[in-house]
């Protein structure tokens, strides 16, 4: 079988393969699964979300169980430069989930695993596959049991292994912490090729590597995700501020009330342009077509830039109308928004969920989302926010990204360290990501333009010497990389890599090691 695969790895060698190259390796693999050849730089295993990269992989791979992982990844061990990358539903931005002339694995076509699982002391576990999407996941939980996992992202068409080996945050974060907070067990296929169960208490290292670690460290194939009790309806409020100021203590506010019955069930925030351009400007903050902005009621001293709080509040069918009204009036008492600039919406759980779903069948209807997305998404540190804003929300970012300016507050504390998520040092630091679309049919800067000024912002925070760090990072240098995780982190991620993929046969994409060649 390696002789075989041989023939594929050399360079410039496209001209030798035979025209059975698929079949011949399917049937030298052994697969449950199947192995599919690529066509070219627009085939779905060769670009991601991102539309700005496009590298052809040998081929794409639909298994049908762990099994399969792990004998694609034992032959690319035993190969002379192979390399493997799993592929979710292929929302990354910058080709993390590439292989150039490697393996690339749908993680979608895995083995539906799915079941709940009561332990003893009266939690409730789902136990899912790693190319499962969360609104899966979310649909069965809450139709069939009544029960949700605790900690979500804003797009749910992402697989939970894509989400695990990154974080997973969203309006739920604050309380629960990310989604790598929220998992008790995995399944993982090192860069071995070995299949292990792995917890806290069980191969340990490999269960807090692979939880943030980019999948550097192995593919996660099963998951076990903590549930909760899944309420019927939400009450969705976003609040408008003029201030950066009002905002971020408002919202600091809000994070750090951790009694449930005292706070929101959701804190999220976003900033906006103060026009009337109804991608990032005021048309995009209503919940509800019939409601208005309306910019008279903004004070005179109100800027070119805006601030809105998103919040949501959990309740039952059975609930009264009025003690939902008086719970929500008392938790918003105190806050400095704008007081006439308030919306809200009554909704149930599953379409508050799903919200973003709506997004996307309007995006892809009109065109935006195929087209490229040079999309930044860091953490700051609440020391470095308030710079932050001024420099580069205000200064930069004046005209709008196009998207969402997605900006708040979350806490160190409800992460897990052990973890391989790199964070900054603050108890409190804010996620921002700009959520840029390029729409071919807008005049506007082009993507290349939009990538600079990404490198920009990144450039103004290091050189500010801010405490700050990239989620979702993507570096073209180790040195980079380095910097990212600090010395300690760096030097934890190596050892890491060093035990379950000594080749570097995972996640080529993420370019943080190169390939070892067999001698």
Known sequence: MIAYLECFVHENDTESRPDDDVSSLSEALDLQGSIHDCEGPTDEASRDFGGMNSLVPLAFIRLSAADDVARVVKAAVRSSNLTVAA?????????????????????????????????????????????????????????????????WTDYLSLTVGGTLSNAG??????????????????????????????????????????????????????????????????????????????????????????????????????????????????????????????????????????YCLELARHYRNTDDPSIVDMGVNRLLGGLGFVERLKFQVDLSYLDFLLRVKRAEEHAKANGIWDAPHPWLNLFVSKSDIADFDRTVIKKILKDGIGGPMLVYPLLRSKWDTRTSVALPKSEIFYIVALLRFTPPYLEGPSFENLVAQNKEIIQYCTKKGFDFKLYLPHYRSQDDWKRHFGNDGWSRFVERKTCFDPMAILAPGQKIFPRVSQP
Not at 182 to 198: D, R
Request: proline share 4%.
């Open 169 to 306: 945050v969203s309006g739920q974060a604050f309380r629960y912490g990310p989604q790598t907070s929220n998992v008790t067990e995995l399944q993982v296929v090192t860069g071995k090729g070995e299949i292990f169960n792995c917890s806290e208490t069980e191969n340990s290292e490999l269960f807090f590597g692979a939880l943030g670690g980019l999948g550097q460290f192995g593919i996660i194939t099963r998951a076990r995700v903590l549930l909760q009790p899944a309420p019927d309806m939400v009450r969705w409020i976003r609040l408008v501020y003029t201030e950066f100021e009002d905002f971020t203590r408002d919202a600091e506010l809000l994070v750090t009330r951790q009694d449930e019955d005292d706070s929101f069930d959701y804190v999220e925030g976003f900033a906006f342009v103060n026009s009337d351009n109804p991608a990032d400007g005021r048309p995009s903050v209503p919940l509800d077509r019939d409601q208005f902005f309306d910019p008279t009621h903004l004070p005179r001293t109100a800027g070119s830039m805006l």
């Open 87 to 151: 592929r979710g539903n292929g929302h990354s931005i910058n080709g993390q989930a590439m292989a150039d002339r490697g393996l690339v694995l749908d993680m979608r076509s895995l083995d539906d695993h799915f079941r709940v699982v009561r332990a003893n002391n009266g939690s409730v576990y789902a136990d899912v596959s790693g190319g499962a999407l969360w609104e899966d996941v979310l649909t069965r939980c809450v139709s069939e049991y009544r029960m949700a996992p605790r900690s």
